[in-house]
C-alpha cells in the first residue's frame, strides 16, 4: 500500500527536492538544484560532518587512489584557481578538509541536516510526494528524491561466529572512530587484503607489536609513488585546468592521464618489460594505461599480471610468503587494481606474519583471538578490511518504496535493474547518482558524479519548464539497458574475477551481477546526452501526476542498442 502525506497529522517538512548524503555527489547537486534551478532543496547526512565516504573511511593510511589534481570538482574556475593539494594522492583529512572548503564557499550548509539516518522513504502516489522519514523522527515531503548515497559506504561486517564474545576491541576500515586507535604494544589481526587493507598494514606494523594479516584471495597492487606536490606543478594546475578537465572527459576512465594506443603484442619482449619497468617507477593507477588492451585480451594482460607477480616475489624475502601473495588467480585490474606505500615491504618485517586462510578457513573468532583451522592466533585488535556491501547496498538499507509500494529490495532481488543507472522503472521522480549500471567505480568519481549531477540538474530543469510532473524510467528501456551493462561487461576480462565485489560476491546471498558500466565515461556521456537531447528517450513524462503513469511520451530506448562494443581499456 502507498505512503499518503494525509494518513498522519505530524510536522512535516515540505521541499522540491531531497537529497540524501553530504560527500561529492550531494553537495554538488545540493548547489545545482538550489542555486541554478531555484528549488528548495535539503541535504540529510547520517554523519557530523561533510565529507561523505571520507567522513567514515578514516582508517590508518587511508589515500585516494586518484591524483589529487583530478580528484575535484571541475565545475568552478575559481574553486580550481584558489585550492590547492598538498600531495600526489591526498589523504582522508585533506579531502575532508576540501569538501568543508566546498560547503563553505557556496554557503552550503544552511541546507545540510546533519546527524540524520533516512530510515524510509515512500512514493505517495496520490499526492505525487516521496514521503522520507529519518530515524530522529523527522518526516519530509519533497518532489524529486535524489540519492547521493555513494557506492563504498555500507561497510561489510563478515558474519564470523564467536565476534561478540572478543574480549578486545575491534574495527571495521569503513567504520572507522574518530579518535586515533593507538596499536603500540598490541597483537593485532587484520582481516582482509583488498585496497583497504593494502593501506591499512604498512601503517599499522609500524607500531603494533605484531600484526598478523589474514589473507584470503591475494591481490595485485602497484607502488603509489606518492610524494609532495612541486609549487611548479601547483601553478601548472591552476593556469592550465580547462585543459586538464579535457583530458578527464576524453579518456573511458576519467583519470587525467592519456591511455597508450600500443597493444602489448606490439612490441617485443624486452620493450616490454621496459615499459612496464617505467610505469612501475612512476606508480599509481597509470600503470593501467601502459598498453589498451590488458583489459580486452587475456594473453596480454597475463604479461602484465606475471610482471607484477615477479615484482612481489622481488620485493618479499621469505619464498614461502612471496608465493601466497602472488598466488592470484585473477587477471590484473579485473578487481579493482590496488596502489599502495610499501605494502609487499611490510611482509619483510620480524613483527608482520601471514596467515593463508584459503588454505585454512578462519572457523570462529573467540575471546582472546582468532581461530583457524591450522590453530589460534592470540590478539588484541582485530581490523576488519573486508570492503563493503557496494553500490546496492547502501541502498537497500534503507526502506524505499515505489508506486504501489513497491519495495526496491525486492524491485532488485534478482539484481539492481536501471536505466543509466540513474533511474529505477517504478519510482517515479527518484533519480540515483553513480548507481548501479553507471561506471561510477571505474572511473575517477568526482568526474562521473558532476556529469550525473548535471544531467539530473537538466532533467528536472527540463521538466519544471515544461510543467512535467512525474518522470519514470520505462521497464522496457530498463531492461535493454541492464543487458547493455552486461554486453559492455563481458566484452571484457572484468566478469573472470568471481569473487569480486563488482559482482557482489564479497556478500553472501547477494545476487550475482556485474554492476557498473564498463562501456567508459565517453560513451556513456554521450549516451546520457543524447536520451536528454532526444526528449528522453526511454522515459515516461506525465502532465497528470494523479495515479500511474498514462501519457508515454518517448518511451522507447536510447542509441546504446545498436551497439554493444566496448573501449574499457585502462579503467
Not at 294 to 313: G, M, V
Not at 314 to 343: C, F, G, M, W
Not at 384 to 408: E, K, S, V, W
Not at 429 to 434: A, Q
Request: charged share 25%; aromatic share 10%.
Amino acid at each position: 500500500m502507498e505512503s499518503s502525506l494525509s494518513e498522519t497529522t505530524e510536522t512535516i517538512t515540505e521541499l522540491d527536492a531531497l537529497i540524501i548524503g553530504a560527500g561529492f555527489a550531494g553537495l554538488y547537486q545540493l548547489h545545482c538544484l538550489r542555486d541554478k534551478v531555484g528549488l528548495s532543496a535539503r541535504v540529510l547526512e547520517l554523519g557530523d560532518g561533510v565529507g561523505g565516504t571520507w567522513y567514515w573511511n578514516r582508517y590508518p593510511g587511508a589515500r585516494c587512489d586518484s591524483e589529487s589534481h583530478a580528484y575535484a570538482y571541475y565545475f568552478s574556475s575559481e574553486l580550481l584557481e584558489e585550492w590547492q593539494w598538498s600531495e600526489r594522492y591526498p589523504g582522508h583529512a585533506e579531502i575532508v578538509r576540501y569538501l568543508n572548503h566546498v560547503a563553505d564557499k557556496f554557503d552550503l550548509r544552511r541546507d545540510i541536516q546533519l546527524g540524520s539516518c533516512v530510515v524510509s522513504a515512500h512514493f505517495a502516489e496520490s499526492e505525487n510526494r516521496w514521503i522520507i522519514t529519518t530515524e530522529q523522527g523527522q518526516r519530509f515531503s519533497a518532489t524529486y528524491l535524489i540519492t547521493a548515497v555513494g557506492c563504498l559506504s555500507a561497510a561489510n561486517v563478515p558474519n564470523i561466529p564467536g565476534l561478540q564474545d572478543f574480549k578486545g576491541e575491534w574495527y571495521h576500515t569503513g567504520l572507522w572512530p574518530h579518535d586515533d586507535v593507538d596499536f603500540k604494544g598490541k597483537r593485532v589481526g587484520q582481516i582482509g587484503t583488498g585496497s583497504t587493507g593494502i593501506q591499512s598494514a604498512p601503517v599499522i606494523a609500524e607500531t603494533a607489536d605484531h600484526l598478523t594479516v589474514f589473507q584470503r584471495t591475494p591481490n595485485y597492487s602497484v607502488p603509489a609513488r606518492n610524494h609532495v606536490l612541486s609549487e611548479e606543478f601547483k601553478r601548472h594546475c591552476r593556469e592550465n585546468h580547462e585543459e586538464i578537465r579535457a583530458v578527464m572527459h576524453s579518456t573511458p576512465n576519467g583519470h587525467a592521464f592519456t591511455i597508450s594506443d600500443r597493444k602489448v603484442f606490439d612490441v617485443g619482449p624486452d620493450e616490454r618489460r621496459e615499459i612496464y619497468e617505467d610505469y612501475w617507477e612512476d606508480g599509481g593507477l597509470r600503470f593501467r594505461s601502459c598498453f589498451q588492451d590488458l583489459l580486452a585480451d587475456k594473453a596480454a594482460n597475463d604479461t602484465a599480471a606475471e610482471f607484477l607477480k615477479s615484482k612481489i616475489r622481488e620485493i618479499v624475502k621469505d619464498p614461502q610468503v612471496a608465493a601466497k601473495l602472488s598466488n592470484i588467480d585473477h587477471p590484473y585490474a579485473a578487481k579493482r587494481p590496488p596502489i599502495d606505500t610499501n605494502y609487499f615491504d611490510t611482509f619483510n618485517r620480524d613483527n608482520v606474519s601471514l596467515v593463508d586462510i584459503r588454505a585454512n578457513p578462519i572457523e570462529r573468532i573467540t575471546p582472546m583471538g582468532v581461530e583457524t583451522s591450522a590453530g589460534h592466533h592470540e590478539l588484541d585488535i582485530i581490523v576488519f578490511a573486508t570492503g563493503y556491501d557496494a553500490m546496492t547496498g547502501p541502498l537497500l538499507n534503507m526502506d524505499i518504496r515505489g508506486r504501489d509500494g513497491l519495495p526496491l529490495r525486492e524491485a532488485w532481488k534478482e539484481g539492481p535493474r536501471t536505466y543509466l543507472g540513474l533511474t529505477v522503472s517504478g519510482f517515479p521522480n527518484m533519480f540515483t547518482i553513480t548507481g548501479p549500471g553507471s561506471p561510477s567505480v571505474l572511473t575517477n568519481m568526482p568526474v562521473a558524479i558532476e556529469q550525473h549531477v548535471e544531467w539530473i540538474t537538466r532533467c528536472i530543469a527540463h521538466l519544471q519548464d515544461d510543467g512535467v510532473k512525474r518522470i519514470e524510467a520505462s521497464a522496457e528501456a530498463a531492461d535493454l539497458w541492464v543487458g547493455h551493462v552486461n554486453d559492455a561487461a563481458n566484452a571484457t576480462l572484468l566478469p573472470q574475477a568471481g569473487h569480486s565485489w563488482y559482482l557482489g560476491a564479497n556478500i553472501p546471498g547477494k545476487p550475482r551481477m556485474f554492476m557498473p558500466y564498463a562501456g567508459g565515461m565517453v560513451r556513456y556521456r554521450t549516451i546520457c546526452d543524447t536520451v536528454s537531447d532526444n526528449g528522453f528517450e526511454g522515459f515516461r513524462l506525465d502532465e497528470d501526476a494523479v495515479g500511474p503513469p498514462k501519457a508515454v511520451q518517448n518511451a522507447t530506448v536510447g542509441p546504446f542498442v545498436a551497439s554493444t562494443t566496448t573501449n574499457a581499456t585502462g579503467i
